[in-house]
C-alpha cells in the first residue's frame, strides 16, 4: 500500500466525523419573564445568572448530553415566586434570594406543566430523592419558563 492510499483511507473517516454535528444545541432565555420583582431574570438576578451562565457555557462546549430548564412558580396562598431548576431527573427549587428549598431526583413527565400541571414521579438516581417535591408541586403554580439550555444527541 503507498503512503498516499495509507493517507486517504486514514484521512477519509476522520474528515467524514468531522463534517457530522453529533448534537444539536439550544439556548432560550425569556427576556420578558417578570420574577422576583425584577423583569429579565436570568440576567437581573445575580445568583440566577451565574447558574444560567454556567448552563450556557456547557452547552456551548457540548460537554455532556443534558437539559436544564428554570421556571417561575407561585405559591397558591401566599404569592411568593419561586424558581425550580429542572434537569430532567432532578429538581431544585430556590427562594428569590437564591437559598435552596427543596431538592433532589424528580421528575417532571411530558412537559405538561401548563395544560395539565404537574405529572411527576421520584426518579431512582443520584442524588438522594426529592421527598418534598410533590407537596411543592401541589402547593404552587407555573407561571413561566425562564429559560433552557439543552443540547440534544442526534
Same mark, same amino acid.
Given at each position: ?35 422576583? *420583582?425584577? @423583569?429579565?431574570?436570568?440576567? $437581573? ?9 454556567? +448552563?450556557?457555557?456547557? &452547552? ?42 427543596? *431538592?433532589? @431526583?424528580?421528575?417532571?413527565? $411530558? ?9 411527576? +414521579?421520584?426518579?431512582? &438516581? ?29
Amino acid at each position: 500500500m503507498t503512503m498516499k492510499k495509507f493517507i486517504t483511507i486514514l484521512a477519509l473517516p476522520l474528515l467524514m466525523l468531522a463534517a457530522c454535528e453529533k448534537y444539536t444545541t439550544t439556548v432560550y432565555v425569556n427576556t420578558d419573564a417578570q420574577c422576583c *420583582g425584577v @423583569s429579565d431574570p436570568m440576567n $437581573n438576578i445575580p445568583w440566577l445568572r451565574e447558574l444560567g451562565d454556567e +448552563a450556557q457555557e456547557n &452547552v456551548k462546549q457540548g460537554k455532556r448530553q443534558f437539559s436544564t430548564t428554570y421556571m417561575l412558580f407561585t405559591n397558591d396562598t401566599t404569592g411568593e415566586n419561586m424558581i425550580v431548576e429542572d434537569g430532567d431527573v432532578w429538581v431544585i427549587i430556590y427562594d428569590c434570594e437564591g437559598e435552596k428549598r427543596h *431538592g433532589g @431526583s424528580y421528575t417532571i413527565w $411530558n412537559n405538561s406543566i401548563k395544560e395539565n400541571g404537574i405529572h411527576s +414521579a421520584p426518579a431512582h &438516581v443520584s442524588p438522594e430523592p426529592c421527598v418534598t417535591c410533590a407537596q411543592f408541586f401541589e402547593t404552587h403554580t407555573f407561571i413561566d419558563t425562564i429559560a433552557n439550555y439543552s443540547i440534544t444527541l442526534k
